[in-house]
């Protein structure tokens, strides 16, 4: 599976980020998909996953009701969806696949493939 993710940036506290990404290489069918990030000096950490098959998804309690995780099944592509966002949001954003397992998996080392990472930067 390659992973190609893009759309962070430079955004005020408050606002809104969409981050995709696109996968490819084969069948996302049974799927775990998750978002990582990792801030400066700061141990890469888990942010929300879906199961490709069934739309499922999970968050860690830091972004729940503010970031949305989906999926796009004609464009093999997953969303992250960030609003309300803080200072502390700031990181570089990674996208991971699983080939099935647990969706609440949140270690980085459950996931096999890895994209490059996004920078976003939210100030205050």
């Known amino acids: 599976v390659q992973l190609q993710a893009s759309g962070g940036g430079l955004v005020q506290a408050g606002g809104s980020l969409r981050l995709s990404c696109a996968a490819s290489?084969?069948?996302?069918?049974?799927?775990?998909m998750g978002w990582f990030r990792q801030a400066p000096g700061r141990e890469r950490e888990f942010v929300a996953s879906?199961?490709?098959?069934?739309?499922?998804?999970y968050y860690t309690d830091s972004v729940k009701g503010r970031f949305t995780v989906s999926r796009d099944n004609a464009k093999n592509t997953v969303y992250l969806q960030m609003n309300s966002l803080k200072p502390e949001d700031t990181a570089v954003y990674y996208c991971?696949?699983?080939?099935?397992?647990?969706?609440?998996?949140?270690?980085?080392?459950?996931?096999?493939?890895w994209g490059q990472g996004t920078l976003v930067t939210v100030s205050s």
């Open positions: 290489g084969r069948s996302l069918g049974s799927s775990v």
């Open positions: 879906i199961r490709w098959s069934s739309g499922d998804t």
């Open positions: 991971a696949a699983r080939i099935g397992g647990f969706l609440a998996s949140a270690t980085p080392g459950s996931y096999g493939y």
